[in-house]
């Protein structure tokens, strides 16, 4: 056995200091301190100098006081994100891509949730502000004026100035899932508005009208069904999917607001008798993470949310860092998924009898 080791044998290593670095490379600590800090004036400093700056802080394990580079620079390389909720299924993937990319950059950020309280929203907004963020990523969240510091908003719909929107292509996204429906020869289709708390519904929900309108497809109001409430569990679709049975108006496919809405159906479908796909096929939107472990797996209008997040916050350092101009809008490409939670539509008298037994 080892013995242990006493106190007084332990010597504390000697701190390396911004000195030292530039002792070693025969320059000021200014120089060495705005290369390091990459500020504004280190643009002035050639690239092979600011290179043997950084071998030279690499090789002593030069590691700057973030209170020192604040007080040098007046900058705290944070930002703030502003979000509905932490850790549900839309918000996670987002701050995930945030996350990734703001490491790199050694930035990091300070998280808010309001849960659509336009009153927490206000109050944190400056709480961030007083903890001195140099801008702002806000998640699943109106904006309707301008913010005091370049934001970049997920989704954005409203043109703000100052505030770059990042925007899915929503009537790509309602193309591909209603032709995908329309190919297994679904007419009789039901659909899930989007609560009007969301920033996505109302674009979402024209993009699905215009899309149904060009393909034919009749879209009855019996079969359509919106969404309330701030639920971010399966269970928002649950009562909603069963009001639409208790209506006696059969159909053979459901397309959902998004996947947790779709999933949430799918139980109620299967606790009223039915089978999916066999009897309704369903799709989703955004292929969240459960989507593909769901029992079936979920057909769904993928959002690249993990990126949509690396992409907000690439664009917000551009604008803190290079001073880039606002860009108004970044539109957003969807991916279709299909997986087995549809299939070809059945008979619509067969789903009919099935109705009528389950009630």
Known sequence: M????????????????????????????????AVLNKTAASRSVPPHTQERIFATARDLNYRPSFYARNLGVKRTYMIGVVTQVIGDFYSSPIIGGIELYLRQKDFFFLTVTHRHDPTLLDTYSHLLLDRGVEGFITIDTFIDRPLPLPAVAIP??????????????HRKGAWLALNHLIELGHKEIAFMKGAEI????????????????????????????????????????????????ARKRPFTALFAYNDISAIGSIRA??????RVPEDISVVGFDDIRIAVHNNPSLTTVRQPLARMGEIAACTLLKRIEDHADWVPEIAVEPEFVVRNSTTRARAIASVARKLERAS
Not at 3 to 32: D, F, I
Not at 156 to 169: K, P, S
Not at 223 to 238: F, H, K, R, S, W
């Open 269 to 274: 479908f299967e606790d009223a008798g039915l």
């Open 2 to 33: 080892t013995a242990p080791k006493k106190k007084g044998n332990l010597k504390k290593s000697p701190q390396v200091t911004l000195k030292m670095v530039a002792e070693r490379v025969g320059l000021t600590k200014g120089t060495c301190s």
């Open 198 to 245: 969301s920033p996505d519904s109302e674009d979402r929900w024209n993009a699905i009208l215009e899309v149904a309108q060009e393909l034919g497809i009749c879209m009855r109001a019996e079969l359509i069904v919106q969404l309330e409430g701030d639920d971010a569990t399966p269970q928002l679709g649950y009562p909603f999917a069963k009001e639409l049975l």
């Open 156 to 169: 954005g719909h409203q043109r703000v100035e100052g505030v770059t929107n990042i925007v899915l292509d």
